[in-house]
């Protein structure tokens, strides 16, 4: 698999149910981010994650890294048919110094909240 | 709250044309990016661009593609000879710290080659 692989390719929801994505990664990395992005439009930014912390949380958005396991879950509570959209993991590697920011983007899971 | 704009926000051009993508960046900050997303595929890192030169550069980014810093403001990614391939949506991005902060995009420019 390639660097930030999400899984499941795509997820389908009723509102108010829960929605759990996966990333894996391979590399070792300074920070995960997840961004969002509606049909046809621009990347959102939704939460960064840095390589020394475990768990973080922003509204109903919750983001774990498991970097034994170079995996990161985001989940969002009670789903809205808004959050209807693609989500990517993208992570920023820490390759010594070397990298200037550059992101590596996985497939993105596409999410379906139906109302 | 500021935002990175982009301009335009669809470009057709005939294949063997140049084209110049153009790109405001959020005015503070230092690092720029172009990003390529092929229709139905993932994005792909082009470009990084800091104290006015190259930083870092994928090997899709070849001697088609330049990125120049004109005047201070505008990030601007300029295709010398499109080829049909080339057709993708093109995300400007700049951040304020390269590793650990998060990287703001644009809404895109969707090219079109014919």
């Known amino acids: 698999s390639q660097q930030g692989e999400e899984d499941p390719q795509a997820l389908s929801i009723q509102e108010g149910e829960n929605a759990t994505m996966n990333c894996s990664y391979k590399?070792?990395?300074?920070?995960l981010q997840w961004y969002r992005q509606n049909s046809g439009r621009g990347l959102v930014h939704l939460i960064l994650?840095?390589?020394?912390?475990r768990e973080k949380h922003s509204g109903r958005l919750r983001v774990t890294l498991d970097t034994s396991k170079k995996s990161s879950s985001l989940l969002i509570t009670a789903s809205r048919a808004a959050d209807t959209a693609s989500y990517f993991c993208?992570?920023?590697?820490?390759?010594?110094?070397?990298?200037?920011?550059?992101?590596?983007f996985g497939q993105g899971t596409i999410l379906t909240v139906h109302p | 709250e500021p935002e990175v704009t982009q301009t335009p926000s669809h470009q057709v051009t005939q294949m063997g044309q140049e084209v110049i993508l153009r790109c405001v960046p959020i005015?503070?900050?230092?690092?720029f990016y172009w990003y390529r997303q092929i229709l139905g595929q993932k994005v792909e890192f082009l470009v990084s661009?800091?104290?006015?030169?190259?930083?870092?550069k994928s090997e899709i980014f070849d001697d088609q593609f330049s990125v120049e810093r004109p005047d201070g403001s505008n990030f601007t990614l300029k295709i010398r000879s499109t080829k049909l391939e080339d057709s993708a949506m093109y995300f400007c991005?700049?951040?304020?710290?390269?590793?650990?902060?998060?990287?703001?995009f644009g809404p895109g420019t969707r090219l079109t080659v014919t």
């Open positions: 991005a700049s951040g304020w710290r390269r590793e650990s902060y998060e990287q703001y």
């Open positions: 993208a992570t920023a590697s820490n390759a010594g110094g070397t990298s200037y920011g550059k992101l590596t």
């Open positions: 661009f800091y104290n006015n030169e190259i930083s870092e």
């Open positions: 994650i840095r390589s020394n912390e």
């Open positions: 590399t070792s990395i300074n920070n």
């Open positions: 005015s503070n900050h230092l690092y």
